[in-house]
């Protein structure tokens, strides 16, 4: 089995929109921002090649999109193509793509304007692609707060080719993957958690975007249901504190993974560490 992260590029967000109701003199002590109150935040995805599947987790926000989310500053977008090489693979090769969710910086790598730019193709041609039910149909019919989030070019042509999969409960993608649902940060979340023969690696989305938002209260204002986000993290936490689990960030642009303790009814980071230090 093999696991590599892949950096699929970075983008600016605002510290407050990030951390909530915590203030900016509390936050910018654990996460650096820049004048205008932005920080640096990556787009870090895993692969996962069990040796029967290729299973790709989230997709970036791809490069269709970026002219109209420049405000985000989005930095050094992959070609698909080119950082699979790198890996020795191929798109073809992808036999499974796990959205975490739908919100563009999530799924915009499913699909790529065609070579004439007339239209969409998918990225990864052979691939499943697992979605939480509960978030496919906020995708199709989204809340006010998130209709901005979604684009139907990232996944309609997904749908349409017949590669979509839709998650009601918890569910094994395979023997080593298995997709756990979260609700707070919205509605039919996905979150991955990856077995090895050495490690549990929980990959942590935006139910903790970074290690900086441990803390069960620093949530971010994007959630649609806040209370729920503090459950779903002290639900997640509380597990990989007691097995050792190890969580993967895929928006901290400065932490990788790292594994947690209980202490004195906080949770906070024991050691953290870059993925390839990690014994698979």
Known sequence: MKI??????????????IFGVVPKRVWQKRYPCDDDNFCKLAMR?????????K??????????????????????????DTELEKLGYR??????????HLHFDHCGGN???????????LTFPNADVWVGKDQWENFLNPNVREGDSYFKENMMPVADAGKLKL????????????????????????VPYVFTSNETFVYVGDVIPMAANLPLAWVSAFDTFPITSMQDKEQLLAEAATKNQILFFEHDAYTECCRVELVNNKYRIKESFSLSSVTI
């Open 4 to 17: 590599a992260k892949i950096e699929a590029g970075f983008f600016q967000c605002d510290g407050g929109a």
């Open 45 to 53: 995805l895993l692969l996962i090649d069990t040796g029967k599947k």
């Open 111 to 121: 699909t790529r304007f065609n070579n004439d730019k007339t239209g969409y193709e």
């Open 167 to 190: 998650v009601e409960t918890d569910t094994r993608i395979c023997d080593e993957v298995l997709v756990k649902i979260m609700n707070g940060h919205t509605a039919g979340q996905l």
């Open 55 to 80: 299973i790709l987790i989230d997709s970036g926000t791809g490069d269709k999109q970026l002219q109209y989310l420049k405000y985000y500053g989005f930095q050094g977008v992959i070609d698909f």
């Open 91 to 100: 798109c073809s090769d992808i036999t499974d793509v796990v959205m975490t």
